[in-house]
């Protein structure tokens, strides 16, 4: 099994730039989730959807839009980047009652973004 | 306002010997805490988990022991492992809803061969 794919690994970009960053998962987890990492910050919430066809933001949704296409595919879109947006980017999903049952959230490797 | 804290950045620790990770929360409703592993250009991997009906739970080397009248947690690894060398999120969520979880910044684990 695959997991969870991100795609691009690595990014570059000019402030003003849009782009959208994608993420699947095959198996088949009802809710994913969007993590930024940044150095001293640890991993904080962008955006997350418990469920195909719903969406909510998290601690630091400015600046970005989230898409939920499929149970699969949950994408997040920066529609004019800003150098406070460099970071590293982690899509994760869970299974219902994850949380309890001990597995908690499986993670993409990541994308490496830097705004210019 | 961070929920979750880990006060050291950085720990390091010889091989064989135990390594104690803290981590403390401030949100009195986290009811279910776990530990996450993570390694240079990968994403975290899952570790241990505790749940806060209990004050312990074991998993080969890893331990986890929560005290909730301290809203503290401590990973130990004992013995520790040059594998072991990583950066370590400790992570919690609340009893109801959505299963999101709040991370702590991180603590670099180097054990010293």
């Known amino acids: 099994n695959a997991g969870v794919t991100q795609t691009p690994k690595f990014q570059v970009l000019k402030t003003g730039q849009s782009m959208t960053l994608q993420c699947a998962q095959d198996m088949n987890h009802n809710s994913m989730y969007w993590y930024r990492q940044d150095p001293g910050m640890g991993l904080r919430l962008i955006y997350y ?3 195909e066809g719903t969406t909510d933001k998290g601690e630091v949704p400015n600046g970005y839009n989230v898409s939920r296409l499929n149970k699969r595919e949950f994408s997040l879109r920066l529609e004019s ?8 980017y982690f ?4 299974r219902p009652g994850s949380r309890r049952g001990g597995h908690g959230y499986t993670f993409g490797s990541g994308t490496r973004l830097t705004v210019v | ?4 804290k880990q006060n050291s950045p950085s720990l390091s620790v010889q091989e064989g010997r ?21 390694y240079p250009a990968e994403g975290p991997t899952f570790l241990i988990s ?28 004992v013995p520790s492992q040059p594998g072991d060398s990583a950066v370590y999120f400790c992570a919690a969520s609340v009893a109801f809803g959505n299963e999101k ?12 061969p």
């Open chain 2, 18 to 38: 135990i390594s104690i990770l803290n981590c403390d929360y401030t949100n009195s409703m986290f009811d279910y805490f776990l530990w996450y592993k993570k």
């Open chain 2, 101 to 112: 979880l709040t991370f702590g910044t991180g603590t670099r684990l180097t054990i010293i």
């Open chain 2, 1 to 4: 306002d961070q929920q979750v």
């Open chain 1, 91 to 94: 899509c994760a999903s869970s």
């Open chain 1, 81 to 88: 980047a800003a150098p406070s947006q460099t970071s590293v």
């Open chain 1, 49 to 51: 959807s418990a469920s």
């Open chain 2, 50 to 77: 505790i749940s806060s009906i209990k004050d312990k739970n074991e998993d080969g080397r890893f331990t986890v022991f929560l005290n909730k009248s301290a809203k503290h947690l401590s990973l130990h690894i």
